[in-house]
Nanobody, 121 residues
Framework: QVQLVESGGGLVQPGGSLRLSCVASGNIFSINTMGWYRQAPGKQRELVASITNTGSTNYAGSVKGRFTISRDNAKNTVYLQMNSLKPEDTAVYYC???????????????WGQGTQVTVSS
């Protein structure tokens, strides 16, 4: 079992910045991918950014150049630095932990509780 604890969400003006943090604990497998997803009302949950344990990253085109994902493997923590925020970035942001379960022969996902990010004047 993996638990994800998020922090850093809130209200920010357009053009502002926020940094989200997510700490994973429990039965952590060192080979994993952590990332951030977001879901706006009435829309599908979408990948914002992800990062593997080796540091390979992936970003949604809408946030590339504005957001930066990073991680501290020793602390099992992933960060999302969000700059130049836009109103369309408003959503609930979810931390994700993914690994391959050999016993179940499938990928497994764990999710944080979600943190609200609101970009508005």
């Amino acid at each position: 079992q993996v638990q994800l604890v998020e922090s850093g969400g809130g209200l920010v003006q357009p053009g502002g910045s926020l940094r989200l943090s997510c700490v994973a604990s429990g039965n952590i497998f060192s080979i994993n991918t952590m990332g951030w997803y977001r879901q706006a009302p009435g829309k599908q949950r979408e990948l914002v950014a992800s990062i593997t344990n080796t540091g390979s990253t992936n970003y949604a085109g809408s946030v590339k150049g504005r957001f930066t994902i990073s991680r501290d493997n020793a602390k099992n923590t992933v960060y999302l630095q969000m700059n130049s925020l836009k109103p369309e970035d408003t959503a609930v942001y979810y931390c994700n932990y993914n690994y391959f379960s050999y016993s179940e022969y499938r990928d497994r996902d764990y999710w944080g509780q979600g943190t609200q990010v609101t970009v508005s004047s």
